[in-house]
């Protein structure tokens, strides 16, 4: 099978172990932030959260699991090296989040503010990722799944998923918290819509 994310002018082994470690550390340190502020997100990163918000589950364990099922999408859809190191990811972020809160601590953060270091540093994370041939996993990998089997549109498929995971959020968050979760997952989505593209990212 041919594998189409790879970038043109290739990674080493270290420069991608790097990407990744860097990619999955920014994610942790914004999903720190994100449930310290009782705060949410999209896709199954969110969707994790929140189900660690009802059940009192940590975090990490729960978005490793919700991941499962999605692994052999990413093979059909994305190639081998791309369910491998998105494997990877997942496992360090589920890792390195539930690790980074016993680090960690804050004595006054504003909502507002944490949702924005939240959007600015986890798309960042994300950004190295993407780069680097992986992603977190999920909803991502099932829209293009169906995009490419169906032909409805991955983003609507994305869209759809957090307009029900924020609904159902609203029975789980105080309203002005849902409101500074849309500013995070709004940020997040900036970072990756202006700065993910090809034409401005060549490897050396």
């Known amino acids: 099978m041919k594998d189409t994310v790879a970038p043109k002018a290739g ?31 999209g896709q199954t990163a969110g969707l994790a959260v929140l189900i660690s918000y009802v059940t ?6 729960i978005f490793f699991v919700v991941n499962i099922p999605f692994y052999w999408l990413g093979y059909r859809r994305m190639g081998w090296r791309f369910t491998v190191k998105t494997f990877i990811a997942v496992a360090l972020l589920s890792v390195l989040s539930n690790w980074l809160k016993t680090q960690v601590s804050f004595d006054f953060l504003t909502p507002w503010t944490g949702a924005v270091i939240f959007g600015t540093i986890t798309g960042s994370g994300l950004l190295a990722l993407f780069r680097h ?42 309203f002005d918290m849902l409101i500074w979760s849309l500013l995070g997952a709004v940020i997040v989505n900036l970072v990756i819509a202006i700065n993910h593209r090809k034409d401005w990212y060549v490897a050396t």
């Open 11 to 41: 990674h080493s082994p270290l420069e991608d172990a790097q990407g990744l470690f860097f990619g999955t550390f920014m994610a942790g340190f914004g999903i720190v932030i994100l449930t310290h502020l009782g705060l949410i997100t």
């Open 56 to 61: 009192g589950w940590d975090f990490g364990p």
């Open 133 to 174: 041939g992986a992603s977190l996993g999920g909803i991502g990998i099932l829209a293009l799944y169906l995009q490419e089997k169906t032909g409805f549109r991955a983003g609507w498929t994305q869209l759809s998923f957090d307009a029900c995971l924020f609904v159902a959020a609203y029975f789980v968050l105080p």
